[in-house]
């Protein structure tokens, strides 16, 4: 008996080393860090701030629409104060943070050598760009634009640099959120490669395109125009939508492919508070009416139901949920408004008519966009941004920035024959934070 | 670190075994010591109450022989003073003080009508007699099993015992919480809820339907923290340990025989209250007029239609005119959806259960061999059909070796029945009319997801028929079990001396289960989805499908394997004045789960074949134009526990009055991700009991037995999904088919084990002549370091907005009786009672915070449970109720005054609290049973009360945007506010638009929609017939036939209202009419 049991404790201890799972893991190896970083889901898909687009002016509600909701999303699209709680955007974005997080935690013990250099810079790189793409999606949303005057003095969002989550939540300066970006995105630059494995993995070319952003979002021009142009020297397709393998017919319910060859960078909008859907939103009429009809855009992005038009021109291959990746079109975009606003009119007109060109009936006489006054050109080249980007969430950072230059513009909303106006220095801008948030947090609300 | 202390873990285990063998060793010396010997003899005459039948007769040292044919008896004595004892089957035992030894003694045999008295107790380890366990054990016999009938041994528990609770309506998403029985109250929040199932001393994993209660020969509950300890770690909750029949040394060949039918009624579906169809048609009618619907209309691709909302549409069209889209109305007002669907789809219930066995026994060989078939027919058309073999045999080899062996057998299969109430919806929604045949008979459509306009021509007419026929439907597309299972044990046991022995255990279990999703080509499941993907050429009208054509075959195998092993020393051994029963073990247990599924298609099992679908590229769904996959259906999964289990029991019994007991366990398991300290967990337990009634002092002669027990000790719990290091799960990602970790919780390193401690003090009685027996005892529970989520900043991670930790402690207390009473006899009839009474009230005592209103989280329908310093676990709190103002608004209470500013209400509510109004326990603070049984001659009629008082239940109130959005709707909506005045007669709020939820919400958590729920109701009726047969000279020995009624319902409630208080939201439990015979020969 005793034999026995000395036999059976002896062997215990391997008796109970096996794996309970065979699906767990404890994260160690490389290619379990790199599985942390490929979760889609948590990364990409539907993952992007969507309060912003449903409080920005490219779309409104019918009444009947604006009736049949609860008042919780009433009071989003009247621009009150709301009790949002778990889940949410910040939800979402923090935990795409973590994920990154937890790669560089999880990746300190693991050494770099000759034999894993390129995984290793690959999963550091890739770490590194999805923390600042999410930060800086969750500033865009959360906090008041970049204002270098102020800039220190603005709360900015919390700033999360660990996986430890015992470490309490501050928020830190707009400045610091957006030094931080950069900073994670040029340490980034250096170890991503050239061309991504799948376009839901950041590469060199989603750097420079999220670096252009940046900038861009901050109004360093000088900047922006530098990155987006690294950006399209590596990647400057774009579709004609006169007739590419990844369009469908424009007047299918859905025309356009997922991971088309415009794409850069592969994400989606959260859909956890939308107002402006396809089923529920209506595109603004007046945007609508700028489309040219030669536009291929008027029908390959909206669809008219009972006279107004809806949104189906997404890059995810589906009505309801938005792409919010990085793409070419956005780039020039980007390169076309900086050199418009760095006075380089030619080369911004340039750009803008390349993209247009890629959009206009060929059956039609092409009338390109002209000017010789920088103001004019780069509010013809803001509008085609609007024009091409729309349901991106990037109008709503655009209002901001456009303020923040003095273009005074103020969005209203008729609601039940009342007109509601958001004036261009409010403090909305800045959305609320989740009340749940600040209860546990006690960081101060917007 | 961790190997360091491992090894201590293993020299402590070493030490405490060798010491245990040398005490053993002890024992047998010092039990080798001879008496001196004093040549008496004690003689007597026995004289029973009814037929005579040998009796035993032994004394407490050695002594034993039996009496004559005329009951006199003599036997000799070797010491003074002894103790006689008569014991003789189905007589109560008596026990008489031999002083002089010189005494003729008369004793009269009374007869054990009670049974209870189960000579020993098993506790899955090892067995015991009564007055060596200090914890708390109910016994239930087979006779009690058999007072409810059914195919599950679980429900037959209910109300044969105390201690044991059905949670009714509870809704708890914890790990192992299946069976829905608690045994006094629950010692944990977010853990583990089930009781530990341990059939032949061993754990039971599968499913608990695969035993047949009719092969069960006695069930004994381990209620507290002595009993328990045994079994562990998992024991926390209580122990229910089964054992199955077996044969017996020295018996003759029997056969038995059984059968039984039970019959259900049909639902009582008319007592959901349901909104009446001509009110929710002009609810819709009210809606489609406010646009509320335009959005579906008009947005492609084209969302169901209600078939109401359809009619208005065609008259706002010009495609009806308005008389005709009225006179269709009108039509539709007539519709009950819960006549449609008792027409269609109920039946009546039907359970057939067939048994036949033999057993029998020589001198060193016993078995038994019996099979048994349950024929199922569900209330939906189900059906199922279960097997069952069981064989059990016992074999002396030798005189030193016996053999136990075992082997349980079952084969189940069954197939999935039709829809059930309110499973069907349109576009989302419920109806109240809904139809499932037209006029002529024949199966109507219902639109389910899409209007049938829309689906019927958007591909032309060339896709297959997208029609949906409910009444079609579930005959060409179900689900098929099929399960069989191995339970088989072999015990091997060698008596190195008379009290000791060694035994080997292993018991090894297989289930095997294949579930199969079939729809065949023609039902709506295979045809949507090959419609769904497939294209078509506008110019050509070619239609390319990328589903192939044929049935879906959705296919999952799982299989359970496991197996313990299990090496016990087993000692029992009486000397002189002492007594001991004592055991050491070590025990390996594995678990081991598989499954893996796969989805065929253009499936046909006659011919068998199958075609390859593509799950790699994405296809257009045609309808939504988004771009999908085909769902492969692949599936796999491999999951293994371990275990590693080291325990000692030791009971000490001095001068059979004394017993002193305590048992010790370490548990391992393999945690993923745990370090070696976490995996292992020491518990204890130990208890002292007194036979006060053996006492020289005890003078009370009508109180002949009095015991008096109490036991304390420690049981554990730990979350196998909380680990040390974060844990990832492998998978692949969809979109890029790159392999995934997915970070499934973040890691908590400071979370401890919970701990659960139980203190038991009880008493066991027996008045004179044993009219009345029973048991009552106290018990005082407290719950350390509990989980629980607990709020936290989710910026530090996403993924929830609550982090498991250690929060809480709670504290309960409870009584438990049960009294056993003959209240009449004469002649040939006879009337007893068994009566059970439980007191629990456990409450939160700790928890992370108080500083928010915690009455707050209280409000709702007190279905979880809910951590609330001061407060039961499940408990119910709700807004004060200021009634309806003059426009029908609900209202409540801000700063003390009626309020409608409903936002503000529920932030007073989160803050102060002042708002709302704590009710009571949502789960029955008293409960029990009383069984009153009557024998006359033959017949014997037995009925079952049970109670449940001193708790609350939420109605579901109506909720306007419920109503809208997913069609549900309450009668209630007849009853709301109208007009002006209406305030004065009714609190059901008015119809306002838009809806406002947060008003709903406030309505719904209201007091007005809180009940007490106190309710006694009639469990059942039996009437049986014993067959007289002994002067017959047939082969028969005993026949019963027997019938009785079960859940005839509520017969006292203390709410007025016309409701059954546990199933207010719910259909009831059926009525059963059961009829069976049974017998041996």
Redesign the interface.
Known sequence: MLLLVVIVTGSCKKYLDLKSNAKLVTPHTLADIQGILDDGELLNLKTTPSMNESSADDFFLLPATFNSLPVSFQAIYRWQPNDTRFPNDWSLGYQAVFNANLSLDLLENVERNSANNMQWDNIKGSALFYRAFHTLNLTMQYAKVYNEATADADLGIVLRLSSDFNVPSVRSSVRNCYQKVISDLRAALELLPVYPVHLMRPSKGAVNALLARTYLFMGKYQEAKFYSDEALKINSTLMDYNGDAFIGALTAAIPFKKLNPETIFYAEMGQIQVLHTATRGRIDTTLYADYANADLRKTGFFNLVSGYPQYKGSYTGATSVFFTGLATDELFLIRAECNAYLGELTAALSDVNTLLKNRWNRSVVFVPVLGTNREDVLSKIRLERRKELLMRGLRWIDLKRYNREGANIVISRKINNQLITLPPNSSYFALPIPSDIIEESGIAQN | MG?LN?STH?KK??IL??SS?ILILLFSFMGTYAQPAIPLVVKGNIVFSDVKVQATLSTKLNGRANSDENGKFSLPITKLPDTLIVTAIGYRTERLAIITGKEEFNVELIMDVFELKSVEINTGYQTLKPNEINGSVSVISSDKLNARGGSNILDRLLGQTSGLLMNIGKSESNVMNKTGLSIRGAGTFNGPLDPLIVLDGFIYEGDIDNINPNDIEGVYILKDAAAASIWGARAGNGVIVLTSKKGKFNQKTEITFSASQLIASLPDLYAVPQMSSADFIEFERDMFS???Y??RI????YLALSPAVELLLKQRRGLVSAVQMEDGLSQLKEIDSRKSYLDEFYTHALTAQYSLGIRGGGENYSYLLSGSFDKLKGGTKSSSKKMNINLSQSLNITKKLSLNTKIYFTNLNSRSGGPTYNSINVGGRLLPYLFFRDADGNPSVIQTSYRSEYTDTVAIGKFLNWKYYPAEEYKHSGTAVSSQEIFANANLVYKIFDFLN?SAAYQYQFQYSKNELYSDENSYAARNLINTFSEINRITKVVTRAVPLGGISNQSVNDLNSYTLR?Q?NLDKTFAKHRINAIVG?E?RELRSKSNGNTRYGYYPDPLSYTDADYVN?Y?NFL????QKIPSGISL??????F?S?YANLAYTFLDKYTASVSLRED??????AS?ND?FKPLWSAGLGWLLSGEEFYKLAWLPKLRLKASFGYSGNID?SRTA???????T?D??S??????SG?N?PSLRWEQLSQLSIGTEFEFKGARLTGSISYFQKRGKDLYGPA???????????V?VRNVADMASKGIEADVHSLNFISGQFKWSTDAYFNFNNSKTVRYYTSSSSSLFSLVGNGNSITPVIGKPLYAIAAYKWAGLDAAGNPMGYLNGMPSIDY?AISKEGSTTGNNIVYLGSASPLYYGSMINNFHWKQFGLSFNLSYRIGYYARREALSY?SL?DFGKGNSDYALRWQKPGDEQITNVPSFV??????RDGFYANSEVNVIKADNIRLDYINLSYKFDLKFKSMALRNVEIYTGIQNLGVIWKATKLDVDPDYLNTIKPVKNFLFGIRGAF
């Open positions: 190997n491992f293993e285990w070493d075994l060798a063998a406010r646009g509320y335009n959005d008009n947005s492609t691709p060694v090496g020393l070590i390996m994405a257009r939504s134009g988004s771009q999964s491999d999951t293994r526990s371990r590693l080291k391992g398991s393999n945690i993923f991700g070696t995996r196998l290091l974060s844990v990832g799960v492998y998978s990602n979109l890029s790159l392999p995934i970790t997915r970070i973040i908590n709020p936290y900043d989710y910026t530090s991670w996403g993924g929830s907005n982090l936002l945007s809208m638009y838009p809806v406002n939820t947060a």
